[in-house]
């Protein structure tokens, strides 16, 4: 089977398997999104959400967090991981945005790429999910899912080479949602230390599926 034939067939289930893909981060507008984004790191998606609701009501624009410090900021996210550098890293986010932006979250990688604490996954989420732009967040579901599917080759060893595979074979009109198909199949079915093959409507395009038999 070719590469173009597999993208195909993976997307053709997808489509119907998860119709309606979307971020499981809770957010109101760009702002918060990305704050969300930025938190996710390393912790769980049903964590943040746990923590963000009372993060947002007393601090739901960049312009009220742009006033608070690092420590009452830490006060609302120290059950996530690394809470002392995120809250450092979202005050100093807000504070950009705001002297530079005038609050809004900028519609752009590079300038996004320049705030603290948002690396290119955080700004192609941002991108990706609230503008609806052709981008491919790689994250280690994305990551991991790829290479045992093989939409990507062994070669493909960073994410941005991942990024770079995906988006050359996923359709400009798929790769918004074909970012959470991936993340979604990871995080539920194709996880990393017990994969439910058994439960996997992919095997019998799976390249590790069929190594291991």
């Known amino acids: 089977m070719t590469r173009k034939t597999l993208y195909r067939e993976v997307s053709a289930y997808f489509k119907e398997a998860m119709p309606n893909a979307k971020t499981e981060l809770h957010y109101d507008n760009p702002f918060q ?31 009220a967090m742009a006033l608070a410090s690092p420590e009452v900021i830490y006060d609302y ?4 991981s690394y809470p002392n550098n995120k809250a450092k890293h979202l005050v100093e986010m ?14 752009d990688l590079k300038l996004l790429t320049e705030l603290p604490g948002v ?23 994305v990551f991991r899912v790829s290479h045992r599917l093989g939409l990507v080759p062994d070669s493909c ?12 074979y996923f359709t400009a009109e798929e790769i918004p949602d074909a970012h959470h198909w991936l993340i979604l ?8 230390l017990r994969p439910k093959c058994d439960k996997c409507g992919l095997v019998h395009l799976c390249k ?3 190594n291991q038999r």
């Open 77 to 80: 996210i120290k059950s996530v």
């Open 185 to 192: 199949h990871g995080r539920y079915t194709c996880t990393a």
């Open 157 to 168: 060893k960073t994410p941005l080479s991942v990024e770079q595979m995906l988006t050359r």
């Open 208 to 210: 590790t599926f069929r």
């Open 94 to 107: 807000a504070r950009m945005l705001w002297e530079k932006y005038q609050g809004e979250v900028p519609q």
């Open 119 to 141: 690396g290119r996954k955080t700004a192609n989420v941002v991108l990706s999910v609230v503008w609806g732009e052709a981008r491919m967040a790689v994250d280690t579901h």
């Open 33 to 63: 999104l990305l704050v969300a984004v930025i938190l996710s790191a390393q912790c769980t998606d049903k964590r943040i959400n746990l923590v963000t609701p009372r993060l947002f009501e007393d601090y739901p624009c960049a312009e």
